[in-house]
């Protein structure tokens, strides 16, 4: 194949949408009428799809479709956020929630490419689920005196936490930044 093939092959669709001037064009049909690779090519895109290969269903069906994927994987990032609030507080000793959070926070990241969506994802949960330990006795017992030391408690974990998130988000837009330099 010539690079006049490539270069022809490259502009077909512009060709076949009549999107080029008048000079690209005529140089495209001259070529077409000597080259018979080339005019192959261009007959086999005039060749109709079959049935099985053409998109089904409207575009309000495709953007459904899309919407329940995207509502599902929210659903599970935040069953996750909530899981790690629970499994990771503070105030019951456990460290691992400096990893789980970092982690957590460059995924959300990743996935989101906003920060406050991530700090919502990492934090609401968790604010709540120390709220409920802390600030109520549900859970059998109270851990503080009055409502403003669990609320404290609750806004320190919280904050904690969020630092945590924080440097996963460092670590998530720097993940970002190499990809786009390779």
């Known amino acids: 194949m010539s690079r006049e093939c490539t270069i022809v092959q490259d502009l077909l669709p512009l060709y076949e949408e009549d999107l ?8 495209i049909e001259e070529h077409l009428k ?8 261009t007959e086999q895109a005039q060749i109709p799809l079959p049935a099985e290969v053409k998109p089904g269903g409207t575009s309000k069906k495709m953007m459904r479709k899309i ?4 509502t599902t994987i929210q659903i599970f990032f935040v069953a996750i956020a909530f899981i790690l609030a629970m ?14 959070y970092a982690i957590l926070g460059a995924v959300t990241y990743l996935f989101y ?10 934090g609401v949960p968790n604010f709540i689920w120390n709220c409920l330990l802390y600030i109520t006795d549900w859970f059998g017992e109270l ?21 945590i998130t924080f440097i996963g988000i460092i670590i998530g837009f720097c993940i970002v930044k190499i990809r786009e330099e390779n």
């Open 143 to 163: 851990y503080a005196e009055s409502f403003s030391e669990a609320l404290q408690i609750a806004l320190t974990t919280l904050i904690i936490h969020l630092f």
């Open 20 to 27: 080029l001037q008048l000079e690209t064009k005529q140089f």
């Open 113 to 122: 490419r906003s920060v406050l969506v991530t700090v919502l994802l990492a």
């Open 87 to 100: 499994s990771t507080t503070i105030m019951n000793d456990n460290s691992g929630f400096i990893l789980t």
């Open 34 to 41: 000597s080259c018979h690779e080339c005019g192959h090519v």
């Open 67 to 70: 919407t329940v994927k995207l």
